[in-house]
């Protein structure tokens, strides 16, 4: 499981936004969105490339830290 820290996130909207965006990742599977702790946890069922991550993070409006 991969766990990536996210700056940004304000209300249960910007958690549905990131959890979106994360889940269009070619094999990124059960992505979960912490509000409370501004994290994003997911399983890569296929390795996944942060860098990707990050962009489609950065895309959605929000950081990766
Ligand atoms: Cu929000």
Not at 4 to 20: E, N, R, T
Not at 41 to 63: H, I, L, S
């Amino acid at each position: 499981m991969a766990t990536v820290k996210i700056k940004g996130m304000s209300c249960q909207h910007c958690v549905m936004a990131v959890q979106k965006a994360l889940s269009g990742i070619a094999g990124v599977k059960n992505v979960n969105v912490d509000l409370q702790k501004g994290e994003a946890t997911f399983d890569e069922a296929t390795p996944v490339d942060m860098n990707t991550v990050r962009e489609v993070v950065a895309k959605a409006g929000y950081q990766v830290v």
